[in-house]
């Protein structure tokens, strides 16, 4: 007779091969596969060495881990279609991330290196798999993955910083804003829908296409600080630092002119009235953004006669 606990030791400790546990036990291999399946336990999987022993319940209720790390599956992950299995692929030079979900999802699974600078890890959990089915992490998601379900608010931005570190980017334009660099930042995705509930939600965000049957949640300057202070809300969750990091190069400070001043900027040209009516503007800050605004009249005009 051999109880769960002793079977499940063995099948840890010999990586799950039956035939080293019959020989450990003096028993039949036969014999082995019958206690598998009075305990509940699954042999080898073809093409698979390991048992990848999970956390099963990791995302069957909300936490800011797992709404983090169903945020970045929803961007990089691939769950397959027959098989209880998920896997993770990312670039070697953002493995900490990988080292995070393994550290929450599944600390027996190994982090393989592979070639072209990837790195991927391998989940296996019925409970993971049916569960993330019902989170809209499905085979095939890339093209239909929508938000079928409900996210709490408390997790909203743990949420959209996974899916930001998976699939998201803020970079520094050439362009100058008060002497200093300007930013967007975007979220790209092949689920038109996906980004659509995400824009929704946020209220803000302009969605473009990218290349034929890919899209792009972008934002501007003024929309990345609102974007910053949603997904970072949870300080002590996990990030992707290189990412975090740029935000924090954005100009806190820098005054977003509003549509009430862009209105008494294009009222008059006289210099005592908008200095009067722009207050906290100087001269040279009028003059730049008054230059600016004619440059986009003749740009829409110039688009509109044609």
């Not at 039949?28 to 206690?35: A, E, F, I, M, P």
């Not at 990030?239 to 820098?254: E, P, Q, S, V």
Request: hydrophobic share 35%; aromatic share 16%.
């Amino acid at each position: 007779m051999i109880t769960k606990e002793l079977l499940e030791s063995l099948i840890i400790s010999e990586k799950n091969n039956k035939k080293a546990i019959a020989r450990k036990l003096g028993m039949s291999s036969t014999w082995v596969g019958n206690q598998y399946k009075k305990y509940g336990f699954k042999p080898n999987t073809r093409g698979f060495n390991k048992k990848y022993y999970a956390n099963d319940n990791f995302f069957s209720t909300w936490t800011h881990d797992m709404a983090y790390c169903l945020g970045f599956i929803a961007a990089d992950g691939h769950i397959w279609k027959k098989r209880f299995f998920i896997t993770i692929g990312i670039s070697k030079n953002d493995v900490q991330i990988l080292e995070y979900i393994k550290n929450c999802v599944s600390p027996d699974s190994q982090i393989r290196h592979g070639s072209r600078n990837m790195t991927q890890i391998c989940i296996h959990s019925e409970q993971i798999w049916l569960d993330l089915q019902k989170l809209g992490i499905t085979h095939g998601k890339t093209f239909g993955m929508e938000i079928n379900f409900d996210i709490p608010e408390e997790y909203w931005g743990d949420y959209l910083r996974g899916f930001f570190d998976g699939d998201g980017s803020i970079w520094e334009t050439t362009f100058r804003v008060g002497g200093k660099p300007y930013y967007y930042a975007n979220f790209a995705c092949a689920s038109k829908k996906f980004l659509e509930y995400i824009q929704n939600r946020l209220g803000f965000g302009k969605i473009n296409v990218v290349r034929k049957k890919y899209f792009e949640l972008k934002f501007n300057q003024r929309e990345c600080l609102s974007l910053y202070s949603i997904i970072y809300k949870n300080s002590s969750g996990f990030k992707l630092n290189r990412k975090h990091d740029r935000f924090l190069k954005i100009d806190a400070k820098y005054k977003f002119w509003t549509t009430e001043e862009d209105l008494i900027l294009c009222s008059s040209i006289d210099k005592e009235y908008l200095l009067k009516n722009l207050p906290g503007r100087t001269w040279e800050a009028i003059k730049v953004r008054k230059n600016t605004k004619c440059r986009q009249k003749k740009l829409y005009q110039s688009g509109a006669s044609e």
